[in-house]
């Protein structure tokens, strides 16, 4: 079985990936750069270029890169320009565009840190329980406001609409019934786009389905990896 690795979206640490290494052996999830160690990356390709030099490190020739929101982006992207490194792809919260309206860079400009409560409200279904709101606030406060407007910043110039089609990779599309970030029909459009590949809508869940029902993604996970990984 190929070797998972997990790439959190923006403002998070590797924690947003717990309740999958614990539940699938030998998975691995990653910090990006800035996260909080080391250089913010600008755009969506460079991360995919340090993502790239990264597997090898962590996995024999290629890996299954399981990313939600901007770590989608970046498994799409290395999917397209590095794709004998990637063994499969699992899209959380993913879009082949990621446009992020004006108010949020607002938000992150003029009112950090009073603005993360707002920040985790948009992410997550109404229903999120109070724990995992402060896990992801904490989140927030730990990358800061520069690698976090930076992360915005990189998914809002991401566009790989004329590309996603050209992906062969087989491909697992999670989404949240309830994603105000990245709404269902973004997941839908690249289940259409994508030959291999298929969708799992979550209920009760926003923008971050694996943490917010976890035990349903972590399922969702392991049927598609028995049915389509060797």
């Given at each position: 079985?190929?070797?998972?690795?997990?790439?959190?979206?923006?403002?998070?640490?590797?924690?947003?990936?717990?309740?999958?290494?614990?539940?699938?052996?030998?998975?691995?999830?990653?910090?990006?750069?800035?996260?909080?160690?080391?250089?913010?990356?600008?755009?969506?390709?460079?991360?995919?270029?340090w993502l790239a030099a990264v597997?090898?490190?962590?996995?024999?020739?290629?890996?299954?890169?399981?990313?939600?929101?901007?770590?989608?982006?970046?498994?799409?992207?290395?999917?397209?320009?590095?794709?004998?490194?990637?063994?499969?792809?699992?899209?959380?919260?993913?879009?082949?565009?990621?446009?992020?309206?004006?108010?949020?860079?607002?938000?992150?400009?003029?009112?950090?840190?009073?603005?993360?409560?707002?920040?985790?409200?948009?992410?997550?279904?109404?229903?999120?329980?109070?724990?995992?709101?402060?896990?992801?606030?904490?989140?927030?406060?730990?990358?800061?406001?520069?690698a976090t407007r930076m992360d915005?910043?990189?998914?809002?110039?991401?566009?790989?609409?004329?590309?996603?089609?050209?992906?062969?990779?087989?491909?697992?599309?999670?989404?949240?019934?309830?994603?105000?970030?990245?709404?269902?029909?973004?997941?839908?459009?690249?289940?259409?786009?994508?030959?291999?590949?298929?969708?799992?809508?979550?209920?009760?869940?926003?923008?971050?389905?694996?943490?917010?029902?976890?035990?349903?993604?972590?399922?969702?996970?392991?049927?598609?990896?028995?049915?389509?990984?060797?």
């Open positions: 079985m190929a070797r998972f690795l997990y790439l959190h979206g923006s403002g998070h640490t590797r924690d947003s990936f717990a309740g999958q290494t614990a539940t699938f052996p030998g998975s691995e999830s990653l910090a990006l750069p800035g996260h909080p160690a080391g250089e913010p990356r600008a755009s969506v390709p460079e991360l995919a270029a597997i090898p490190q962590r996995a024999s020739g290629s890996a299954v890169i399981c990313g939600n929101s901007l770590g989608a982006a970046v498994a799409l992207q290395t999917a397209l320009d590095y794709p004998d490194r990637v063994a499969g792809l699992i899209l959380i919260g993913g879009g082949a565009r990621l446009r992020v309206g004006s108010q949020v860079f607002d938000m992150l400009d003029q009112r950090w840190p009073a603005c993360i409560g707002e920040l985790v409200g948009l992410s997550v279904d109404e229903r999120c329980p109070p724990e995992l709101r402060r896990r992801l606030h904490e989140m927030h406060v730990v990358v800061g406001q520069r915005y910043a990189a998914c809002n110039a991401f566009d790989i609409m004329d590309r996603v089609g050209s992906i062969a990779t087989p491909t697992l599309i999670v989404v949240g019934a309830n994603d105000r970030m990245t709404p269902p029909k973004y997941a839908t459009f690249l289940q259409q786009a994508i030959a291999r590949s298929q969708l799992a809508v979550i209920d009760a869940a926003g923008h971050l389905p694996h943490l917010e029902q976890t035990p349903i993604v972590n399922d969702a996970i392991a049927r598609w990896s028995r049915e389509h990984l060797k």
